[in-house]
């Protein structure tokens, strides 16, 4: 059975299922319990950029040896994705493709996927994208759950408790769940990068519009249905937010297993400054529909290395099932094609963005 997207898979019903759903249905904590609505309804053509991605990696395989004397650090890999590492065809990072983007999957269009790489110089200032606001209650929060992919931390979004308005955004979005993606070591984790530079994990807080749409289940078939806010995590001091959320990890290390988790505000996990990138995309996991209004914060937030090890501590698998470390669980980059990046800060910010970047890159280079 292919591995379970991020909450976001069809069932035999048909429409999508979101984790909040199968949460509802799963009632509160238990071990080893099978979730309904796993099952990928979006296996079936071959998406361009995972084909150019897997032509990219032949060919790489075959040129190794070429290529670490003709372009040394400068090597490429995932298609557009630039690495700095200088060692891309390495057993590890060839290996870091996770078995969901192995197989082909089929694309509803394939006009607005996501991830992309954020080019900071081609971004355009929008002076007329308002601030973020985010309201979140915690006592909506309810479960930890370890799909098999990501671990999901779910909330109640029966109600208007938890939401985000402005921005980008027309009307308010109800937070559904978040979730993280992360490397198997530092140098790579982040679904998207920015200015081909990556991070070693990224935070997705998926919200739906309740205002245009009577279900989450309805709002991930639309255009204007999911606002996810991506948020990188950097290497650097310990996160005490983060924390609370850690030490519940070992609780479940296994697909399927769910927690409860009843009162945390997520917010504590978005860095304060208000800069963000926005742009119009998809899922990063199955069914891939092309329903997102990505906000993605352009400061990371920084946690220590014990907390990203807890996160490579969870697994893939069942309990009783061979042990797979629950790693890499990021999707390829995919073509801009005709979309145009917008952000909410003005080109100042580039000098300052290039000093980050340049520490950064001193960060990953081994
Ligand atoms: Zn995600």
Known sequence: ?????????????????????????????????SVPGRAVAAIGGVPSGSLRFRVVFVWCRAMLPLLRRALGAAASWRGTRRCSLGACCSYR???????????????PGGSRQSPINIQWRDSVYDPF????????????CLHIWNNGYSFLVEFDDSTDRS???????????????????????????????????????????????????????????????????????????HHEGLQTL???????????????FDVFDPSCLIPSCPDYWTYAGSLTTPPLTESVTWIIKKKPIEVDENQLEA?????????????KRMVDNFRPLQPLMNRTVRSSFQSSH????????????????P
């Open 1 to 33: 059975m292919p591995l379970s997207p991020l909450g976001f898979a069809s069932g035999a019903a048909g429409g999508a299922q979101g984790a909040m759903a199968a949460g509802g249905a799963r009632g509160r904590a238990g071990r080893g319990r």
């Open 93 to 107: 990072l060839r290996n870091a493709l996770h078995p969901l983007w192995q197989s082909p999957l089929s694309i």
């Open 129 to 140: 994208l308002k601030p973020l606001k985010i309201s979140y209650d915690p006592t909506t």
């Open 163 to 237: 939401i985000i308005v402005g921005g980008p955004l027309e009307n308010q979005y109800r937070l559904k769940q978040f979730h993280f993606h992360w490397g198997a070591i530092n140098e790579w984790g982040s679904e998207h990068t920015v200015d081909s530079k990556f991070y070693p994990a990224e935070l997705h807080l998926v919200h739906w519009n309740a205002v245009v749409y009577p279900s989450f289940e309805e709002a991930v078939m639309e255009g204007n249905g999911l606002a996810v806010i991506g948020v990188f995590l950097k290497l650097g001091a």
């Open 246 to 260: 850690v030490d519940a990890l070992p609780a479940v290390k296994h697909k399927d297993t769910v927690i409860e």
């Open 311 to 323: 996160f490579r501590m969870l697994l893939f698998t069942s309990d009783g099932e061979e042990e």
């Open 350 to 365: 580039v000098l300052n963005m290039e000093a980050q970047h340049s520490d950064h890159a001193q960060q990953i280079r």
